[in-house]
Structures are given as C-alpha cells and as structure tokens.
C-alpha cells in the first residue's frame, strides 16, 4: 500500500507566496520522479513541475521563474515553493509519485487526494 499526503494549501493574495509539501509513505521500493499537477474547474489536470531522479526537472511554462520544486530523496517527499502567485494559479494541486514497490515490479504512478490553492486578487 502506497499513501502520498499533500498539505501546505490554502487562501493567498495575488503576489504572496505559499509551500506545498507532498509525503510519499508506504511499500516504496523506488521513485523514479516526483511532481505536482494541478486541475482548475472545468479543464484537465496539467503539469506544474516535475523532479527525477536523475536531476532533471521540468517546469510548465506558466511557473517558470515563480515555482521552485525540490525533494528530499531520504524522506520521500516533494515539495512546491510558489512564489508572486496569480488567480490563474487558482486549483486543486495534486502530487504524483512514479514508483514502485518492489525490484521486480514496475514503476507506476501514484496521486494524492488534492490540496486547494485558491489565489485572491
């Protein structure tokens, strides 16, 4: 069983800064990569940005420059620094973990229940 926990959401005016963090816990073999994705009404769920285990790391073009995503490999955990919001960034935040639980196994993706960030104008 594999839980990935989101917090650190909430209410922020435009141009505030808000972390979130994502905990990944449970049969945790390895995490090939770990990211955020966020949904807004009524449109899909997208890319915010994303860490792999090698060192790269991707951001959605909306972001660059104002969201920061780093992790702790130890801990298995994620986290979003966003920084000079926008109500556009207005959305239910996902985390999502590729990995999987055992050497045989293969790598799978995992989502969180969702933190709203919701950005005041």
């Known amino acids: 069983q594999v839980r990935l926990v989101e917090s650190g959401g909430g209410l922020v005016q435009a141009g505030g800064s808000l972390r979130l963090s994502c905990a990944a816990s449970?049969?945790?073999?390895?995490?090939?990569?770990m990211g955020w994705y966020r949904q807004a009404p009524g449109k899909q769920r997208d890319l915010v940005a994303s860490a792999h285990s090698g060192g790269a790391i991707n951001y959605a073009d909306s972001v660059k420059g104002r969201f920061t995503i780093s992790r702790d490999s130890a801990k298995n955990t994620v986290y979003l620094q966003m920084n000079s919001v926008k109500p556009e960034d207005t959305a239910v935040y996902y985390c999502?973990?590729?990995?999987?639980?055992?050497?045989?196994?293969?790598?799978?993706?995992?989502w969180g229940q969702g933190t709203q960030v919701t950005v005041s104008s």
């Open positions: 449970g049969s945790i073999f390895s995490i090939n990569a």
């Open positions: 999502n973990a590729e990995l999987r639980t055992s050497a045989r196994a293969g790598y799978i993706d995992y």
